[in-house]
């Protein structure tokens, strides 16, 4: 019988799959170096070379059924790969079953089952087989009640998505806001939602700012307080200008449509992850080098 500190070594030095480490240690009579040389000869150990590579292109996704919606992100090395319907499929049946469980962290979600193994499982294998590195990199599950609504955008076939609830107000929205989160890139819903150090981090850039421009300690003192206000109007959602109406703000269109915003969530894929730069000469120069 295989022990499971076997196969957990296995899979640790491959990269491969829980159910794959498993067959290929039964093939090999439990030998540690012949299952390592059958998982490479059925190319699924290629995902494990991949492993420190660069995947910050990809798809961020929604899927929504009733009360209840997941938004996710899952990232591959380069926007071709992002678009491969194999890729695609991937990140559907990923939502599908996060989306049907109750899970609160990345590292639960990857031992989901699906029909071919964990979902970990899944992600190795299309790894080896599309022959990029591919990642689930973050996701959050929505509830609301029947009462409130969910308008979801998806921007650029996946690029970023966005997720809102209203309480109030109706679907379309709940999307024309996320349509408008997605172009202006909001940090919060509000200026209470902004943490008091963030504030004070600001208020203090713009009172070295405006003593730099020669302001008397008085004078820039009341600069401050105007400035740090168009901060707010800059990164508050509902202080925004509407982009579908520039003479209303995001709250005006809310209260408009009798809908309060209760959450918005935004996702843009490769955000805050460092990205690839290569050019296409230089891909191609380092694929005839190897």
Same mark, same amino acid.
């Given at each position: ?45 290629? +995902? =494990?070379? #991949?492993?420190?590579? @660069?995947?910050?292109?990809? &798809?961020? %996704?929604?899927? !929504? *059924? ?115 989160? +997605? =172009?202006? #890139?909001?940090?919060? @819903?509000?200026?209470?939602? &902004?943490? %008091?150090?963030? !504030? *004070? ?90």
């Amino acid at each position: 019988m295989i022990s499971a500190g076997l196969i957990k070594e296995l899979r640790e030095k491959t990269g491969a799959g829980m159910l794959d480490c498993k067959k290929a240690l039964e093939e090999t009579n439990g030998s540690l170096e012949s299952a390592i040389d059958w998982l490479r000869e059925k190319g699924i150990s290629k +995902a =494990a070379k #991949k492993s420190d590579r @660069i995947a910050a292109e990809g &798809i961020a %996704s929604i899927l !929504v *059924e009733g009360n209840k919606a997941v938004i996710l992100e899952i990232n591959s090395e380069t926007d071709f790969v992002a678009k491969n319907p194999e890729f695609k499929t991937m990140v559907d049946t990923i939502a599908s079953t996060v989306l049907k469980n109750d899970v609160k962290t990345i590292e639960e979600a990857l031992e989901l089952k699906t029909e071919d193994g964990t979902i970990n499982d899944l992600v190795v294998a299309k790894t080896a087989k599309i022959g990029e590195k591919l990642s689930f990199r973050r996701f959050e599950i929505i509830e609301k009640t029947d009462s409130e609504n969910f308008g979801s955008y998806i921007h650029m076939g996946g690029n970023i998505a966005v997720l809102t609830v209203l309480e109030g107000g109706s679907e379309e929205v709940a999307k024309d806001i996320s349509m408008h989160t +997605a =172009a202006m #890139k909001p940090t919060n @819903i509000k200026r209470d939602d &902004i943490p %008091s150090d963030v !504030v *004070e981090k600001e208020r203090k850039i713009l009172k070295e700012q405006a003593i730099e421009e020669g302001k008397p300690a008085e004078i820039a003192e009341k600069m401050v307080e105007g400035r740090l206000q168009k901060f707010f109007k800059e990164v508050c959602l509902e202080e925004q200008q509407f982009v579908k109406d520039q003479d209303i703000t995001v709250l005006d269109y809310a209260k408009k449509n009798n809908a309060t915003i209760k959450n918005v969530i935004r996702f843009e894929v490769g955000e805050g992850m460092e990205k690839r730069n290569e050019d296409f000469a230089c891909e191609v120069m380092n694929q005839i080098k190897k």
